[in-house]
């Protein structure tokens, strides 16, 4: 079992930046693959980005193509979200993710074997 623990969340007007961090711990042996997921009430949950594999490379939805930034200081099975040019839009519950294949963020894969409790993130425009 894996234990994923995400912080960062919080309010933040329209255009500001704000940065989520997500630690896994539990049985982390190997290399994860790691990522982001949010849900907005009434709406579909949405890949947002990820590492597709453990070491792999960076995939993002393209809602959030060139405004945010995933990754990793070193820290093993630590990753990070840096959203840049919120818009009200991006308001949602954000989960951390993780499973010991790959993530896919296109609507209708496979979901991520884990997932942490989320973090609120709301940007009032």
């Known amino acids: 079992e894996v234990d994923l623990v995400e912080s960062g969340g919080g309010s933040v007007q329209a255009g500001g930046s704000l940065t989520l961090s997500c630690a896994a711990s539990?049985?982390?042996?190997?290399?994860?693959?790691m990522g982001w997921f949010r849900q907005a009430p009434g709406k579909e949950r949405e890949g947002v980005a990820a590492?597709?594999?453990?070491?792999?490379?960076?995939i993002y939805a393209d809602s959030v193509k060139g405004r945010f930034t995933i990754y990793q200081d070193g820290a093993p099975n630590t990753v990070y979200l840096r959203m840049n040019s919120l818009k009200s839009e991006d308001s949602a519950m954000y989960y951390c993710?993780?499973?010991?294949?790959?993530?896919?963020?296109?609507?209708?894969?496979?979901?991520?074997?884990?997932w942490g409790q989320g973090t609120q993130v709301t940007v009032s425009s």
């Open positions: 993710v993780a499973d010991p294949v790959r993530i896919l963020l296109r609507a209708g894969s496979p979901s991520p074997s884990y």
């Open positions: 539990g049985d982390t042996y190997g290399s994860l693959a």
């Open positions: 590492f597709s594999t453990g070491g792999g490379h960076e």
